[in-house]
């Protein structure tokens, strides 16, 4: 007998104002797979410091993955999941979402929580991302703005892994429609990251 093992991997993404419970953004995103399995492995062998790391770290957040014509049409570009290098287009906020570092100032709202059920042969990763009325520093007062390129006007935002001295590698990415983020609300981001063994038996 033979036992070739899958693994697959999804993200789906919720956005929205956990006071309101208005929801922004739901869809799923797109994985970078090769960065992915260079994380997976470097968690696996329990590669850290100047080695490596892997483990997701930071969210980031950007402005550059859409853009908006006179007459309000979107237009998208695709998200970056290609080159151990790629990014967001345009980053401009993050927050670090790893509760055991002395790094993340809020881990009670900014975290993760691993999520499995006995019997099942998938197991989620629940990012929790919270933007709260102080943050960023230097946004609007109010979600008024018609400039869809203002730098706290996100269109874009993924996960980055630790590498051992910083979090530069893109792990996931998704683009969606400019959601503005100002003083007078919060946002919440829950960010779940689903990984599924998919096993198929056969004779050989």
Same mark, same amino acid.
């Given at each position: 007998?033979?036992?070739?093992?899958?693994?697959?991997?999804? %993200?789906?993404?919720?956005?929205?104002?956990?006071?309101? &419970?208005?929801?922004? /953004? =739901?869809?799923?995103?797109? !994985?970078? #797979?090769?960065?992915?399995?260079?994380?997976?492995?470097?968690?696996?062998?329990?590669?850290?410091?100047?080695?490596?790391? %892997?483990?997701?770290?930071?969210?980031?957040?950007?402005? &550059?993955?859409?853009? /908006? =014509?006179?007459?309000?049409? !979107?237009? #998208?570009?695709?998200?970056?999941?290609?080159?151990?290098?790629?990014?967001?287009?345009?980053?401009?906020?993050?927050?670090?979402?790893?509760?055991?570092?002395?790094?993340?100032?809020?881990?009670?709202?900014?975290?993760?929580?691993?999520?499995?059920?006995?019997?099942?042969?998938?197991?989620?990763?629940?990012?929790?991302?919270?933007?709260?009325?102080?943050?960023?520093?230097?946004?609007?007062?109010?979600?008024?703005?018609?400039?869809?390129?203002?730098?706290?006007?996100?269109?874009?935002?993924?996960?980055?892994?630790?590498?051992?001295?910083?979090?530069?590698?893109?792990?996931?990415?998704?683009?969606?429609?400019?959601?503005?983020?100002?003083?007078?609300?919060?946002?919440?981001?829950?960010?779940?990251?689903?990984?599924?063994?998919?096993?198929?038996?056969?004779?050989?």
């Amino acid at each position: 007998m033979i036992s070739p093992g899958l693994v697959k991997i999804e %993200g789906f993404v919720k956005i929205f104002d956990p006071n309101s &419970g208005e929801i922004f /953004v =739901d869809k799923k995103n797109a !994985i970078h #797979y090769e960065n992915m399995s260079i994380s997976l492995a470097e968690t696996l062998s329990n590669r850290t410091s100047a080695q490596g790391g %892997g483990w997701i770290y930071e969210m980031a957040f950007g402005n &550059g993955g859409s853009s /908006v =014509d006179p007459t309000g049409i !979107i237009t #998208y570009l695709p998200p970056n999941t290609t080159g151990i290098n790629a990014d967001l287009y345009n980053e401009t906020y993050a927050k670090v979402v790893d509760d055991n570092s002395a790094a993340d100032t809020d881990p009670t709202n900014n975290k993760m929580t691993v999520l499995h059920t006995s019997g099942k042969v998938y197991t989620d990763i629940l990012v929790s991302c919270l933007l709260d009325y102080g943050e960023p520093p230097g946004q609007q007062a109010f979600d008024n703005s018609t400039n869809f390129n203002g730098e706290y006007v996100f269109d874009e935002l993924g996960l980055k892994a630790w590498t051992g001295t910083t979090a530069d590698r893109l792990l996931t990415h998704v683009i969606f429609h400019p959601v503005q983020k100002s003083l007078n609300r919060q946002i919440q981001i829950d960010y779940t990251v689903r990984i599924q063994t998919l096993t198929n038996l056969s004779t050989a």
